[in-house]
C-alpha cells in the first residue's frame, strides 16, 4: 500500500532553515507527482510547493518564491522542502501528498513551527 513519511520538522528561529524529507513506497515513485501541503491552525491545507516525476516542472505558492525548493531522489523515493528564511507565518504542519489512480495519499505530517 501506498505509505509517505515525513520527517526533519521542529522549532526554529525566524530566518532560520530546515529540510523536510518525505520518504515513499508502495508504488512507481519516479512516475508520479509529488506535493508538499501546509496546513497552520484554523486555515485550510494549502499547497506549498510540486514536483512532476522526473523533476522538469516545478511549483510553488507566491508566499514561499525564493525561500523553499523542493526536489527529489528518485532513486531513494524521497522528495524534499528545503525551507531557508522560515517566517513565523511558515509555521504549520506540513503534509507529503501525491495522487495515484485518482486517490490522493497523504503522510502524517511533521509540524514546523518558527518562533524566537
Known amino acids: 500500500q501506498v505509505q509517505l513519511v515525513e520527517s526533519g520538522g521542529g522549532l526554529v528561529q525566524p530566518g532560520g532553515s530546515l529540510k523536510l524529507s518525505c520518504a515513499a513506497s508502495?508504488?512507481?515513485?519516479?512516475?508520479?507527482?509529488m506535493n508538499w501541503y501546509r496546513q497552520a491552525p484554523g486555515k485550510e491545507r494549502e499547497l506549498v510547493a510540486g514536483?512532476?516525476?522526473?523533476?522538469?516542472?516545478?511549483n510553488y505558492v507566491d508566499s514561499v518564491k525564493g525561500r523553499f525548493t523542493i526536489s527529489r531522489d528518485n532513486a531513494k523515493n524521497t522528495v524534499y522542502l528545503q525551507m531557508n528564511s522560515l517566517k513565523p507565518e511558515d509555521t504549520a504542519v506540513y503534509y507529503c501528498?501525491?495522487?495515484?489512480?485518482?486517490?490522493?495519499?497523504w503522510g502524517q505530517g511533521t509540524q514546523v513551527t518558527v518562533s524566537s
Open positions: 501528498n501525491t495522487r495515484r489512480n485518482g486517490n490522493y495519499y
Open positions: 508502495g508504488f512507481t515513485f519516479s512516475m508520479y507527482t
Open positions: 514536483i512532476s516525476s522526473a523533476g522538469s516542472s516545478i
